[in-house]
């Protein structure tokens, strides 16, 4: 089993660009500049034969270049306590257009459709301890910031390793447009 997702990684100018937002939240585990990615797909753990199934279908899916627009913080989590803080990424045809191209491919190969609404983010932290309270503080003090835009010329399938220290991503195979 590997366990997969299928994702656009971020150029370096802007990774960097995204690092420098990640400070001033208390027991926050901010994400390495090599895990900064805006998830098209969760894929979860799947058999080396539906692995290259879905490689396979990935690899023949058509896509034009288009540009994708950081332009906002956020958070994930509920009342009591906040779980993520992300940069999201501006809704565009384009970007919905690969999202459903994709979604449509998985699910043509037996995997169940994902029950959550697409929000194109990028996962700049994980709170331990984080109230919605700490979260809109640095969502204020860190939310003034230029958009951030690049041109998406390729996306990625990713494996994803858990250890003690997060998760390692590991770039499978690169489809370029």
Request: hydrophobic letters at 40%; charged letters at 25%.
């Amino acid at each position: 089993m590997i366990r997969l997702f299928v994702a656009i990684d971020i150029p370096d100018e802007i990774a960097l660009q995204l690092v420098s937002l990640q400070s001033g939240l208390q027991d926050c585990r901010w994400s390495p500049r090599d895990n900064l990615h805006l998830t098209l797909r969760f894929l979860g753990s799947l058999d080396e034969p539906l692995a290259e199934e879905v490689d396979f279908a990935l690899a023949h899916l058509k896509c034009k270049p288009f540009k994708v627009r950081i332009n906002e913080l956020g958070c994930f989590g509920d009342a009591q306590r906040a779980r993520t803080v992300w940069a999201g990424a501006e809704k565009s045809q384009a970007l919905t257009n690969l999202h459903s191209k994709v979604e449509n491919k998985v699910q043509q190969l037996g995997l169940e459709p994902d029950k959550r609404k697409y929000a194109p983010h990028v996962t700049l932290g994980r709170l331990s301890q984080g109230t919605p309270k700490d979260a809109a503080h640095w969502i204020t003090e860190k939310g003034q910031f230029h958009p951030l835009e690049f041109e998406v010329t390729r996306m990625v399938l990713f494996s994803t390793h858990t250890t003690s220290n997060g998760s390692i991503y590991q770039p499978e195979r690169y489809y370029v447009f």
